[in-house]
């Protein structure tokens, strides 16, 4: 059985930073693709990053060169390190892995419900 779970998010700041961190556990090609999505109320979900099994990443326009996503060795902790937080990042996040072919792998383009996904953690980022 896959399962994903996800660290606790924080509050911080404007202009702080934070890492979100997510233990992947169940078979090794149920994380081909992994990805960090986020929610905020009365809005869409929204792909932020997404990872493939070698290491390429895709970033949202919105986060790109504020927020890295990576992964340990094993591939089975997936990371987002947040930099230069805004407000508008404020939203529950969500890290999801699925068996997808690295040219697929985008979390901007994910198909809804597809894959696994974690339980959510909030972000609340003040001004």
């Known amino acids: 059985q896959v399962r994903l779970e996800e660290s606790w998010g924080d509050s911080v700041q404007a202009g702080g930073s934070l890492r979100l961190s997510c233990a992947h556990s169940?078979?090794?090609?149920?994380?081909?693709?992994m990805g960090w999505f986020r929610q905020a109320p009365g809005k869409e979900r929204e792909g932020v990053a997404s990872i493939t099994r070698d290491g390429g990443t895709i970033y949202a326009d919105s986060v790109k060169g504020r927020f890295t996503i990576s992964k340990d060795n094993a591939g089975t902790i997936l990371y987002l390190q947040m930099d230069n937080l805004k407000p508008e990042d404020t939203a529950i996040y969500y890290c999801?892995?699925?068996?997808?072919?690295?040219?697929?792998?985008?979390?901007?383009?994910?198909?809804?419900?597809?894959?696994?996904w974690g339980q959510g953690t909030q972000v609340t980022v003040s001004s």
């Open positions: 999801a892995a699925a068996l997808m072919s690295p040219n697929d792998c985008d979390a901007r383009y994910w198909p809804p419900n597809f894959g696994n």
């Open positions: 169940g078979y090794a090609r149920s994380r081909e693709c």
